[in-house]
Structure formats: C-alpha cells, structure tokens
C-alpha cells in the first residue's frame, strides 16, 4: 500500500534553515506529482510545493524564492529545503501524492520557528 514518512522538522530561528524529507513506497514513485502542504495551528491546511515526474516544479507564493522542491528517483524520496524562515512558516508539513481517485498523506513532521 502507499506510504509516505515524513522527516527532517525541528525547532530553528527566524531566518534559519531546515530540510525536510518524504520517503515513499508502494506505488510508482517516478510518474506521480509529489506535493508538500502544511498545516499551522487553528488553520486550515494549504499547499506549499509541487515537483512533477518531469522534475518540473511551482510553489506557493508565500513560499517562492526560499523553498526549494526536489526529487531523488532513484530513493523514492522528495525534499523540501527551507531557507531563511520565518515564524510564520511555523507549521505541520505533509507529503502527499494522489494516486488514481485517491490522495495519500504522511504523519507530517513539525517545523517550529522562533522569532
């Protein structure tokens, strides 16, 4: 069956950077669109990044110009490299993947910014 384990969140400062990871399995990894999203407290969840199987990428406004999507097809995995964050980029962060009619998602890992 379809897994995805989320890694990489921490606790970092304003301006920092993290690198979060998504190891997949139990479907053809290299064909399917691999998105991250991200949940904060009280909020509903958004998208956040998209790397297609042609390595193409698009990215949340919010987001653009300081995170970086990318795809290892070789491991199965996507990263998520976060530079200079800020606190509200505090957040719960999810791999996901559709599959057919159905949408897959991680546990999420947490990313924690301070001011």
């Known amino acids: 069956q379809v897994q995805l384990v989320e890694s990489g969140g921490g606790l970092v400062q304003s301006g920092g950077s993290l690198r979060l990871s998504c190891a997949a399995s139990?479907?053809?990894?290299?064909?399917?669109?691999m998105n991250w999203h991200r949940q904060a407290p009280g909020k509903q969840r958004e998208f956040v990044a998209t790397?297609?199987?042609?390595?193409?990428?698009n990215y949340a406004d919010s987001v653009k110009g300081r995170f970086t999507v990318s795809r290892d097809n070789a491991k199965n995995t996507i990263h998520l490299q976060l530079n200079s964050l800020k606190p509200e980029d505090t957040a719960v962060y999810y791999c996901?993947?559709?599959?057919?009619?159905?949408?897959?998602w991680g546990q999420g890992t947490q990313v924690t910014v301070s001011s």
């Open positions: 996901n993947v559709r599959v057919g009619y159905n949408d897959y």
């Open positions: 139990g479907f053809m990894f290299r064909i399917y669109a």
């Open positions: 790397v297609a199987s042609s390595d193409s990428t």
